[in-house]
């Protein structure tokens, strides 16, 4: 999802159930993506990163899904627990640019629904 | 391993004053590490780049005499906010590049400025 204003997008699902989280970029030049954890006052948290060479990554609970073609981004979280209540963001750098810093998305904030 | 701290948690400081905020690897040296700032229920904003022995590199936008980027060491950089004002309250956030260009966040300095 993409933030309108200054309001970050909200997604509720109930505990157990899968979510899933979207992003779009911009930068047709970027080629390595990352989804970050961020807790109430806590810095990024990584959870799972994709280059452009793959469309799909899977982690532990959690699947990256990279469209180049619409530069779309989405994760997604399988079986919800209360801990993964929290604001994700996605991140792009060009990876040509090994020490290059991240341009995030604007989040979305998820809560997790007993 | 790859943990980066920064220090202090968080600041409280008068419209004017100057605010040293640092950050280190603890684990693994870093010739260039990033700081960010964040807004309430907004996404992270690059500032800068820093690196070990050289000038930083600002974002546009970014008044580098305003905050101060020193990288002193392969450990520690500090961002000094200089002659700070209200609208400087942010949360600051730095991360360390590894060895494999992977970024490693630190937990983020919460600055109020009054």
């Known amino acids: 999802g993409e933030s309108v204003g200054l309001h970050l997008p909200t997604l509720s699902v109930q505990e157990g159930d899968n979510s899933i989280i979207n992003c779009a970029y911009s930068n047709s030049a970027s080629d390595y993506f990352i989804w970050y954890k961020q807790e109430s006052g806590k810095g990024p948290q990584f959870i799972i990163d994709?280059?452009?060479?793959?469309d799909k990554r899977q982690g532990q609970r959690v699947t990256v899904l990279l469209n180049k073609t619409v530069k779309h981004l989405s994760l997604q979280i399988a079986a919800t627990q209360p801990g993964d209540s929290a604001v994700y963001f996605c991140a792009e750098k060009e990876s040509g640019g090994g020490a290059d810093g991240l341009t995030f998305g604007k989040g979305t904030h998820l809560i997790i629904q007993p | 391993g790859a943990v980066v701290s920064q220090h202090p948690s968080w600041v409280i400081c008068k419209s004017g004053t100057s605010v040293k905020i640092e950050c280190r690897s603890l684990?693994?040296?870093?010739?260039?590490m990033f700081w960010y700032r964040q807004f309430p229920k907004q996404s992270l904003m690059l500032m800068a780049t820093s690196n070990e022995g050289s000038k930083a590199t600002y974002e546009q936008g970014v008044e580098k005499d305003k905050f101060l980027i020193n990288h002193a060491s392969l450990t520690l950089s500090t961002l000094t906010v200089t002659s700070a004002h209200p609208e400087d309250s942010s949360f600051y956030i730095c991360?360390?590049?590894?060895?494999?260009?992977?970024?490693?966040f630190g937990p983020g300095t919460r600055l109020t400025v009054t």
């Open positions: 684990d693994f040296q870093a010739t260039t």
């Open positions: 991360s360390a590049i590894g060895a494999r260009y992977e970024q490693y």
């Open positions: 994709i280059r452009s060479n793959m």
